[in-house]
């Protein structure tokens, strides 16, 4: 067990931390209000060598390891969710699917691009009436020759318009099949028959693009088919360890700047004669806030150290996303009560991380989705195998 960074890792927290710093924390309120980002954004984000930080150096990524990944979402989220969810997509969800389950020509196709941060992936799972039950997908995909004819829509989907490549999962059989009969597919959004909308009026991470996907008879080329037919279950979850990882270090950047703003705070602001960090029960919620920082940020590395080692981590990362989404949701409730009134308006940034500290605890595994697998862990009802196809071991270069 080691708890220390490497240099390069100290290295890489210190560069993200400026550049949140720099050109995301100033423009924050704006582009929230607004409900968009500068575009720009991502250029940076790529010239910064962060759209596919763990991804090995042949596939155009920085070929650091996943605990790298952890400092770069913690750092991105003490900016905005906004910026977090970027990357969770992309890579947790997308570029790590494929570099776990692509074949060669999809890995330089689609990964290798995306990983030099040309080309944006995005995940396209949930349907209207298919979230935590996945298994009551409507979307199908038929095959025609050389082709599958993709029909069916997809909804909450992060990076819906601007995304270049999805990974999209539909059925190609049967739908009695359940689990068996989902498949995944790589999409491209110019492809006929493809198109997506925005959904307006989100409580939180307004800044960021979410919305619906439509396709309309897509034809899918049959090389786009990602693993086997029929193992498109299995894919999904196996994205899920991945992005839910990101999402877990994600929330333990929101707790950070959480914590920066109260003690901040309690700094400037007097009540009955002393500073409010002097209150007891003030100091309480900066304490928790404190804990929960540093029990999310330890479930989220030992998560991190598996996946390095290249073993199966469902339930290590299940544990991480859930306890830390939970811990960043009540610090930001906290840190707006330590502002008071003024916590209340956006004067402030808290009003807007206890906003978008919600949706974590919705996406990639709700709270009670969670709960329930961790019962079941406890309980021996769920057991996890390595899988056919493993995430690789991260490999150091020295
Ligand atoms: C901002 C945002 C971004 C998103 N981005 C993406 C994306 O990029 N790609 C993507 O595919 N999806 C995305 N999603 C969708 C997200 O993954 C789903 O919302 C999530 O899986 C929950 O599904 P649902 O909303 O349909 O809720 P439901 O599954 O309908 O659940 C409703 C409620 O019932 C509870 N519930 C459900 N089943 C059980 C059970 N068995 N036991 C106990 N309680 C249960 C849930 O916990 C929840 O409280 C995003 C969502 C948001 C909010």
């Not at 969800?93 to 990964?111: D, F």
């Not at 703003?261 to 007891?280: D, M, P």
């Not at 009540?330 to 009003?351: C, F, L, M, N, T």
Request: aromatic content about 10%; some cysteine.
């Amino acid at each position: 067990m080691n708890f220390e960074f490497t240099e390069e890792q100290e290295l890489l927290r210190k560069t993200v931390r400026e550049f949140v710093d720099k050109e995301i924390m100033p423009y924050m309120t704006k582009w929230d209000r607004e409900g968009k980002f500068d575009p720009n954004i991502y250029k940076r984000l790529r010239d910064l060598g962060l759209m596919g930080v763990c991804i090995p150096e042949t596939y155009g990524g920085a070929g650091m390891d996943y605990n790298s990944l952890a400092i770069v979402c913690e750092e991105l989220e003490r900016g905005d969710t906004a910026f977090r969810t970027a990357v969770s997509v992309h890579t947790g969800l997308n570029s790590m699917t494929l570099l776990q389950w692509g074949t060669e020509g999809q890995k330089q196709k689609y990964l290798k691009p995306q990983a030099e941060g040309e080309k944006l992936g995005a995940f396209g799972l949930t349907e209207p009436g298919a979230g935590s039950d996945v298994v009551a997908l409507q979307t199908t995909a038929v095959k025609d020759g050389d082709f599958y004819r993709l029909n069916g829509q997809k909804t909450w989907i992060s990076l819906c318009d601007v995304a270049d490549h999805f990974i999209v999962f539909a059925y190609t059989g049967d739908r009695s099949e359940k689990h068996r009969g989902i498949s995944a597919f790589i999409v491209e959004r110019t492809w006929d028959g493809f198109s997506s909308k925005a959904i307006k009026g989100k409580h939180g991470i307004r800044s960021g693009n979410t919305g619906e996907l439509f396709f309309d008879d897509v034809k899918v080329p049959k090389e786009n088919l990602l693993g086997k037919e029929g193992e498109g279950f299995k894919i999904a979850m196996s994205a899920l360890d991945n992005g839910r990882f990101t999402v877990a270090a994600g929330a333990v950047g929101q707790i950070m700047a959480c914590l920066e703003a109260s003690v901040k705070y309690c700094e400037e602001r007097k009540t009955f004669g002393k500073e409010i960090g002097k209150h007891q029960l003030v100091q309480q919620m900066i304490a928790k806030m404190e804990a929960g920082l540093q029990m999310s940020r330890l479930l989220v590395y030992r998560a991190g150290e598996l996946k390095n080692q290249g073993k199966r981590n469902t339930r290590e990362t299940s544990l991480a996303k859930w306890q830390a989404c939970d811990f960043a949701n009540k610090s930001a409730d906290d840190a707006v009560q330590i502002h008071g009134a003024y916590g209340y308006s956006d004067e402030y940034p808290v009003e807007r991380y206890l906003r978008n500290s919600k949706a974590p605890v919705i996406y990639e595994g709700t709270r009670e989705i969670h709960t329930i697998m961790q019962a079941e862990y406890v309980l021996g009802y769920r057991k996890d195998k390595p899988l056919n196809r493993m995430l690789p071991a991260w490999e150091s270069d020295d």
